[in-house]
């Protein structure tokens, strides 16, 4: 029975551990969204500034260049931590199946144990009716 104890709190500990990985993963695809947006609004006021909206112009901004280049890395960034966040998950729904399966099988074990408690009490009190 203490095995089974251990191996559950082993489990809950993963399962919160695959949790705390997929909130810092979410954390990071939201950040990394918002400095996008930001590189989005830079490079549009470049344009806007320099009147050349067209990247391929000679004349294009080197800001709003680099600024493209970055928001492109961004994306690239983005669709990694989204494939991450699949696999995470995934492994964290494998967990938590295992940390049931893990649960009704210590419960299962309690059961006859709080029968068995059961039945003593059951003896005393017909016992003391007698």
Same mark, same amino acid.
């Given at each position: 029975m203490r095995s089974r104890d251990t191996l559950l709190r082993l489990q809950r500990f993963r399962v919160e551990e695959?949790?705390?990985?997929?909130?810092d993963i979410e954390a990071m695809i939201a950040e990394f969204q918002r400095?996008?947006?930001?590189?989005?609004?830079?490079?549009?006021a470049e344009e806007a500034r320099s009147g050349i909206d067209d990247p391929g112009h000679f004349s294009y901004p080197t800001? @709003?260049?680099? %600024?493209l280049a970055r928001r492109e890395n #961004?994306?690239?960034?983005? !669709?990694e931590?989204?494939?991450?966040?699949?696999?995470?998950r995934a492994a964290l729904a @494998?967990?938590? %199946?295992?940390?049931?399966?893990?649960? #009704?099988?210590?419960?299962? !074990?309690?059961?006859?144990?709080?029968g068995k408690e059961q039945a003593a009490g059951d003896?005393?009190?017909?016992?003391?009716s007698h």
């Open positions: 695959r949790q705390r990985q997929l909130v400095k996008e947006e930001e590189l989005t609004h830079q490079i549009e800001a @709003a260049k680099a %600024a #961004l994306r690239k960034s983005i !669709d931590l989204q494939g991450q966040i699949d696999d995470a @494998a967990d938590e %199946a295992e940390l049931r399966k893990l649960e #009704l099988l210590v419960e299962r !074990d309690g059961t006859p144990a709080r003896r005393i009190a017909q016992g003391m």
